[in-house]
């Protein structure tokens, strides 16, 4: 379907856990897309510094996460057994080891720092230069593509997103209650509305999308008549 239509950049941004990283890989499939998990990308760097001494005991020491940077090389390689990418820090696949409460809890503060935000917006920038890609982030309609075709702003109550994700962790044996996860989704909600360098915010022209009561295939029906509007049918 995609070859027969220029390519676009569809920028998914929103807040945690609504669903972006599910619907935006949605898109990428139904279009023949390439989909880029920027969150991901920002989990893989908590993680490195974590394993790197940067961060201990919850806390992050900035100077040393900015000195750990030009050691960091991530790339994504599609896992067919997955039917997705997988995330990789200098060769090693750390997708399974990103998404644990404790990276969870510390993947704000590294995200607000602006020398890891400069090294992963470049990188992103680079995967996007072709276009035809479905990116998911939180600042990718205002500072990674502002000139993306599609920019949606996702959200959904921080009840049900804290459901979600309750849900995605407990199935994979993870020991965690609904309510630290809740104070998770909170927090990250603020401190991502209002860090310094690139806050969490609906760019002007994105279209919201409150998927509280969706279903992905009813989010579909929706997204494909406004795709064929601006790649004009
Ligand atoms: O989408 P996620 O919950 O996996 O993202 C993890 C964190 O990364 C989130 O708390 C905010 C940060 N992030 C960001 O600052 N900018 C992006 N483009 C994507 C994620």
């Known amino acids: 379907m995609s070859t027969d239509r220029k390519k676009i950049i569809i920028a998914v941004d929103g807040f945690s856990s609504c669903g972006k990283s599910?619907?935006?890989?949605?898109?990428?499939?139904?279009?023949?897309?390439?989909?880029?998990?920027?969150?991901?990308?920002?989990?893989a760097v908590t993680l490195y510094a974590l394993e790197n001494g940067a961060i201990r005991s919850g806390m992050i020491d900035e100077d040393a996460v900015v000195r750990l940077l030009p050691d960091i090389s991530i790339a994504f390689r599609f896992n067919p057994e997955r039917g997705a990418s997988d995330i990789y820090v200098n060769g090693d696949r750390v997708e399974g080891k990103i998404r644990t409460i404790e990276v969870s809890n510390c993947v704000s503060g590294v995200s607000a720092i602006a020398a890891v935000r400069q090294k992963l917006v470049a990188l992103q920038q680079e995967m996007g230069r072709r276009k035809g890609v479905v990116m998911d982030g939180r600042?990718?309609?205002?500072?990674?593509?502002?000139?993306?075709?599609?920019?949606?702003?996702?959200?959904?109550?921080?009840?049900?997103?804290?459901?979600?994700?309750?849900d995605e962790?407990?199935?994979?044996?993870?020991?965690?209650?609904?309510?630290?996860?809740?104070?998770?989704v909170i927090?990250?909600?603020?401190?991502?509305?209002?860090?310094?360098?690139?806050?969490?915010?609906?760019?002007?022209?994105?279209?919201?999308?409150?998927?509280?009561?969706?279903?992905?295939e009813e989010q579909m029906s929706w997204f494909m008549e406004l795709y064929h509007r601006v790649t004009n049918a």
């Open 22 to 43: 599910t619907f935006a890989k949605a898109i990428a499939a139904r279009l023949g897309y390439i989909f880029i998990d920027t969150g991901a990308m920002y989990r």
């Open 139 to 166: 600042d990718i309609g205002t500072t990674v593509f502002p000139e993306a075709e599609i920019k949606l702003y996702m959200t959904a109550d921080a009840k049900v997103r804290a459901q979600r994700r309750y």
């Open 169 to 184: 962790l407990t199935a994979k044996g993870d020991r965690v209650t609904f309510d630290e996860i809740l104070e998770n």
């Open 187 to 216: 927090s990250r909600d603020h401190a991502d509305m209002n860090r310094a360098v690139s806050p969490l915010r609906q760019a002007e022209d994105a279209i919201v999308l409150d998927n509280s009561h969706l279903t992905v």
